[in-house]
Every structure is written in structure tokens, then in C-alpha cells.
């Protein structure tokens, strides 16, 4: 077992609620979190995260100017600004099937529904930041890859779709975030 030193890690923190804003600040401090950076809007946040190169962006759904789906496209873009392989935790109040499955499309990488709790916000960190997925880049989708349980052989219906898919290793926040005690 290992411990992850989040001194070690960037955050942004994406909510038009300053309260929810300050909630996710005050609990990435009591992990130990040190940069935490604050946005209440998706562009001020695509702002940041070009400017501070966060490690983990956390962001809620509904947002004003543009919501936190819309933040996590623009983050996907692999000519962008900053770090395309960024994980991306996504909040919301809305946990329907629909909506899951619309934000692991844009891009998301873990789903964490309100109310949240320090356990469920650690665990999610604690995933991408120990088991990243790798990224996949078809001509509709350059993300984490959708699945959980990968099958090479697989021939179902639900194989992927959009040609031939490449596959890249992100590169891993273990080692970052890994503490040496």
C-alpha cells in the first residue's frame, strides 16, 4: 500500500457555488492538498487550467457561460492548451444513467453525484490517480477510455465504433503524487 502526498498535486476546483467551492477546498486541504484553485465559471476555469496546469480538474455539471460538460471537451482537445490527459472528476446533482453516460462521452474521466462526501471525493482521487485508464483517440472521441473491464477479443455490439482506435498511456500522477515516507 502506498500513500498519496497530495502537497504533491494541482486542483482545480470548478462551481458557480462559492459554498460547494469552498466545501471541495476544505476537504483537498484536510487530504493535505496545498494548490487549489478556484473558478465559478467554465471559462474562467479553461482560463486557469491553461494558465496552472492542474493535475485534476474538478468540476460541477451546471455551470454559467459554459457548463462543466462543455469544460471538459475543450480540455479533451488534444491541440489545446494545457494537458489533454488530465483527469477530470465531474459533479452533479443528476446521477441518471443518461447523464453519466453523456459525461464519460465528453471526456470525463470519474462521476461523483451530490451530495458528495470526503470518502467518495477521496476515492475518486485516489482511482485516477493509482489506476489511470488509458486514452483512446478514434476520429469521435480522444479520452479516457469508456470501459472499465477491457477484452481485446471482444465482438459484441458493443464493440467501439469509429474506425480504428488508438491507445495511449496518460501519463501517471502515481509517481507525482506518491509519498516517500
Same mark, same amino acid.
Given at each position: ?74 480540455? #479533451? ?5 494545457? *494537458? $489533454?490527459?488530465?483527469? =477530470? ?8 444513467? @443518461? !447523464? ?23 476515492? #475518486? ?5 493509482? *489506476? $489511470?485508464?488509458?486514452? =483512446? ?8 477510455? @469508456? !470501459? ?34
Amino acid at each position: 500500500m502506498f500513500i498519496i502526498d497530495f502537497n504533491k498535486l494541482r486542483f482545480l476546483v470548478c462551481d458557480d457555488n462559492a459554498h460547494m467551492r469552498r466545501i471541495l477546498r476544505t476537504l483537498l486541504h484536510s487530504f493535505g492538498a496545498r494548490e487549489v484553485y478556484e473558478a465559478e465559471d467554465g471559462a474562467t476555469a479553461l482560463e486557469m487550467y491553461s494558465h496552472y496546469v492542474p493535475d485534476i480538474v474538478i468540476t460541477d455539471w451546471s455551470m454559467p457561460i459554459f457548463d462543466g460538460l462543455e469544460l471538459a471537451q475543450m480540455i #479533451r482537445q488534444p491541440d489545446g492548451a494545457g *494537458n $489533454p490527459y488530465a483527469p =477530470i472528476i465531474m459533479l452533479t446533482g443528476h446521477s441518471e444513467k @443518461r !447523464r453519466v453516460m453523456v459525461a464519460r462521452d465528453a471526456g470525463v474521466t470519474e462521476f461523483l453525484a451530490k451530495p458528495i462526501s470526503a470518502k467518495g471525493l477521496y476515492q #475518486r482521487i485516489l482511482n485516477v490517480v493509482a *489506476n $489511470p485508464r488509458p486514452f =483512446i483517440k478514434t476520429k469521435n472521441y480522444f479520452g479516457p477510455d @469508456r !470501459r472499465r473491464n477491457t477484452n481485446a477479443a471482444y465482438i459484441g455490439l458493443e464493440r467501439r465504433s469509429g474506425g480504428n482506435a488508438e491507445i495511449m498511456q496518460q501519463p501517471s500522477l502515481l509517481e507525482k503524487a506518491r509519498s516517500g515516507n
